[in-house]
C-alpha cells in the first residue's frame, strides 16, 4: 500500500510562485512514475507533469516552461515548482503514484494509469 501526502498549496497572486510536495510510503513509488494532477470545480481532472522511472518529464502544454516536476528518490518526495502562476491554474491539485510502466521512454499523463492518489492541497491564483 502506498500512502500520498501533498502540501505546499496556498493563495498567490498572478506571477507568484508556489512549490507543490508530495511524500509517499511505501515501497513501489520510487521504481514507477509520478505525476501532478489537478481538478477545477466543473472540470474534468487533468494530467499536468509526470516524471517517468528513469527520470524523463512530461508536461501539459498549458504549463510547459512554467512548472517543473521533480523528484527526490531518497527523501521519497515529488515535487512541482510553479512559478508565472495564473488564475486558470486554479484548483486541487493531486498526487499520483505507480503510473503504467509503458518502457524507460514512456511517461504515463492520463488519471486512469495511476493507481494510487493524495487527498489533495489547493492552490487558488487571483488576479
Known amino acids: 500500500q502506498v500512502q500520498l501526502v501533498e502540501s505546499g498549496g496556498g493563495s498567490v497572486q498572478a506571477g507568484g510562485s508556489l512549490r507543490l510536495s508530495c511524500a509517499a510510503s511505501?515501497?513501489?513509488?520510487?521504481?514507477?512514475?509520478r505525476a501532478w494532477f489537478r481538478q477545477a470545480p466543473g472540470k474534468e481532472r487533468e494530467g499536468v507533469a509526470a516524471?517517468?522511472?528513469?527520470?524523463?518529464?512530461r508536461y501539459t502544454d498549458s504549463v510547459k516552461g512554467r512548472f517543473t516536476i521533480s523528484k527526490d528518490n531518497a527523501k521519497n518526495t515529488l515535487y512541482l515548482q510553479m512559478n508565472s502562476l495564473k488564475p486558470e491554474d486554479t484548483a486541487m491539485y493531486y498526487c499520483?503514484?505507480?503510473?503504467?510502466?509503458?518502457?524507460?521512454?514512456?511517461?504515463?499523463?492520463?488519471?486512469?494509469?495511476?493507481?494510487?492518489w493524495g487527498q489533495g492541497t489547493q492552490v487558488t491564483v487571483s488576479s
Open positions: 499520483a503514484a505507480n503510473g503504467h510502466d509503458g518502457g524507460r521512454w514512456y511517461v504515463p499523463l492520463e488519471p486512469s494509469e495511476y493507481n494510487y
Open positions: 511505501g515501497s513501489t513509488y520510487v521504481t514507477s512514475s
Open positions: 516524471i517517468n522511472r528513469i527520470g524523463l518529464p
